[in-house]
């Protein structure tokens, strides 16, 4: 957050007004350094808010997308008093279609814990052991590939701990990705070989190394286990209980409802690229899911206040933090942040032209969602603020 940011919040909270138009429909063109941010006064979309602060986080949402220079955003809060949900901006900077609440956005390594969940429901059934070497559960071809396959644990897969090299920072994964059309979805039998030749990180179990291959490798575990993919597990277990309607698997599923395009400076020359056409291993279980807010609410509220989606032995078992020495713990698939959001629990996701963060902070029963279609804001920053408008601070 920069200090204009910062100084119109102090601001806001000092000034009395109702606002009866929410400001929706920031549009911005490709490069934002040289268009003009156009508001637009169309009434914004949003749930009945029973929050009480509704005019106030619209506001600061709308200033939010001004001031981070990004095309849109939702944002989601539930505490003890009541919900808001609110849009601002854009979905895509071609069509110029206004954000939406109920618009998709890829949730990249928040993916994470939906993985987690389906692994430590395979354990309630008995199919995996956390503590057991992951050659047990790996695919024969697979294992002997994989250096330390007779030490590295399950748990370690989950938690980060394993050591593994990672795929996603090799040449040649670069090189595939540029010529790889979304009509090819990855696989994780694809993307796992680039990691063959790479030196593992450290010894199973000895620090903390967050690696996208630890997932990928679970994707392998699970595929094995269930002897279906990884969509159909994640659907099975998860998206059907709950009742998630708007949540599905990138490029192996069909989408469901409109979808955001996610925007970066890919070429590093101030200019929004899109990722509408790009395949960075999209759909793979490191990061593959599209939801929604509210379906990421519904969430959220199952694992983490009626803790119902996991049996109590296995939520305490994802809740046994690893701490990595930089300011946030690391669970089985969810993360522990401290400040700014004072020991909150869920996780983050950054890929595709897409930044989000799923919060549940216990002591204060209060859950954030922050989508937004666009790389390099500080998001928990974000989170904090909008918290801070409920709590008045």
């Not at 509704?54 to 955003?73: D, F, H, R, W, Y």
């Not at 690229?273 to 509220?301: I, P, Q």
């Amino acid at each position: 957050m920069n200090l204009k940011f910062l100084a119109f919040r102090k601001i806001l909270f000092a000034i009395v007004f109702v606002i009866s138009l929410g400001l929706a429909g920031y549009l911005v063109g490709n490069n934002i350094s040289q268009k003009v941010i156009e508001k637009s006064f169309a009434k914004q979309i949003m749930s009945t808010s029973t929050v009480g602060k509704s005019s106030q986080l619209q506001t600061l949402l709308n200033e939010i997308v001004v001031e981070e220079k990004i095309p849109g955003a939702v944002m989601y809060i539930s505490t003890p008093k009541g919900s808001w949900v609110g849009a601002s901006g854009v979905n895509s900077l071609s069509t110029k279609t206004r954000m939406k609440t109920t618009d998709g956005f890829s949730i990249a390594s928040m993916s994470k814990t939906f993985m987690a969940v389906v692994v430590l429901k395979l354990v309630e059934q008995g199919k995996i052991r956390l503590d057991r070497a992951i050659a047990t559960y790996l695919p024969r071809d697979i294992t002997p590939h994989i250096v330390n396959s007779d030490k590295i644990t399950v748990r370690q897969l989950l938690n980060h701990t394993s050591g593994v090299a990672e795929y996603l920072d090799t040449k040649e994964f670069i090189q595939a990705t540029a010529k790889r059309s979304r009509s090819q979805p990855w696989t994780a039998r694809e993307a796992i070989p680039y990691m063959y030749q790479e030196e593992p990180k450290a010894n199973p179990g000895e620090k903390f190394i967050y690696t996208d291959c630890n997932y990928i490798l679970l994707e392998l575990i699970v595929e094995n286990i269930t002897r279906g993919t990884l969509a159909q597990a994640i659907r099975s277990q998860i998206l059907k209980p709950l009742g998630l309607k708007h949540t599905f698997t990138e490029l192996r599923e069909p989408t469901i409802g409109e979808v955001a395009t996610g925007y970066s400076d890919r070429n590093k020359d101030g200019k929004l690229d899109s990722y509408a056409d790009v395949n960075d291993g999209n759909g793979l279980g490191d990061g593959g899911l599209v939801s929604t807010a509210e379906d990421l609410a519904k969430f959220a509220k199952a694992l983490f206040v009626k803790k119902s989606l996991l049996s109590s032995k296995m939520m305490k078992e994802m809740l046994k933090f690893k701490d990595n020495g930089e300011s946030y713990s690391y669970g089985l698939g969810v993360e522990r942040f401290s400040s700014p959001m004072e020991k909150a629990i869920g996780h983050s996701g950054i890929a595709y032209g897409f930044t989000t963060l799923l919060a549940y902070l216990p002591n204060q029963n209060t859950t954030i969602i922050v989508l937004l279609n666009a790389q390099g804001v500080d998001i928990k920053s974000v989170a904090r603020t909008g918290i801070e408008v409920v709590e008045n601070k």
